[in-house]
């Protein structure tokens, strides 16, 4: 198992009319743990486009236990229970406020895509290495060298890279 964790400071515009973080920006915060995650690793999410491969979100949920406020220091704690599957990760997510209690749980299932089709790709070498030590060689479905141009039959073309 993998786990990051990464500091996130309330800001006033973050917050809606009752002082709350507002709902949607929950999805920032995932998205800064999993950008930061990745760069604790040594991968970089630029290098990953430029390489032609893109990580968009096919599932995202959030469950909202307790309210996050302006100026609050959240702890956003990022974790990887189990390797990647094919084309698809799962991350998982907990909010904690400075004094420890949780406040929220959430989950984003992103998947490898080619930029240029929009079609899933196996995960890429590179990050397959990095995750390695955190997990069993024998719990990765797919070789550490997966096979150019496969693909898992099962997993959708997001819309978001559609051609």
Same mark, same amino acid.
């Not at 009319?17 to 990745?38: D, K, P, S, W």
């Not at 430029?50 to 979100?57: H, I, L, N, R, T």
């Given at each position: 198992?993998?786990?990051?964790?990464?500091?996130?400071?309330?800001? %006033?515009?973050?917050?809606?009319?009752?002082?709350?973080? %507002?709902?949607?920006?929950?999805?920032?915060?995932?998205e800064?743990?999993?950008?930061?995650?990745?760069? $604790?690793?040594?991968?970089?999410?630029k290098?990953?486009?430029?390489?032609?491969?893109?990580?968009?979100?096919?599932?995202?949920?959030?469950?909202?236990?307790?309210?996050?406020? %302006?100026?609050?220091?959240?702890?956003?704690?990022?974790?990887?229970?189990? !390797?990647?599957?094919?084309?698809?990760?799962?991350?998982?997510?907990?909010?904690y406020?400075?004094?420890?209690?949780?406040?929220?749980?959430g989950?984003?299932?992103?998947?490898?895509?080619a930029?240029?089709?929009?079609?899933?790709?196996?995960? !890429?070498?590179?990050?397959?290495?990095r995750?390695?030590? %955190?997990?069993?060689?024998?719990?990765f479905?797919?070789?550490?060298?997966?096979?150019?141009?496969?693909?898992?039959?099962d997993?959708?073309?997001?819309?978001?890279?559609? $051609?």
């Amino acid at each position: 198992m993998y786990t990051s964790d990464i500091q996130i400071r309330v800001r %006033y515009a973050e917050t809606d009319q009752m002082g709350y973080v %507002y709902h949607g920006n929950y999805a920032a915060y995932f998205e800064v743990a999993r950008t930061e995650a990745f760069r $604790k690793l040594g991968i970089s999410y630029k290098e990953l486009e430029a390489d032609g491969v893109g990580m968009p979100v096919g599932e995202i949920r959030t469950r909202f236990r307790r309210p996050a406020r %302006y100026d609050d220091l959240l702890t956003v704690r990022l974790l990887l229970r189990q !390797p990647p599957e094919g084309a698809r990760v799962l991350f998982e997510y907990e909010i904690y406020n400075e004094t420890g209690d949780l406040l929220t749980e959430g989950h984003t299932l992103m998947v490898f895509v080619a930029t240029t089709t929009g079609r899933p790709v196996p995960m !890429p070498v590179n990050i397959q290495e990095r995750l390695l030590p %955190y997990f069993g060689e024998d719990e990765f479905d797919s070789p550490v060298l997966p096979t150019p141009g496969a693909v898992p039959p099962d997993a959708p073309a997001p819309a978001a890279f559609g $051609k």
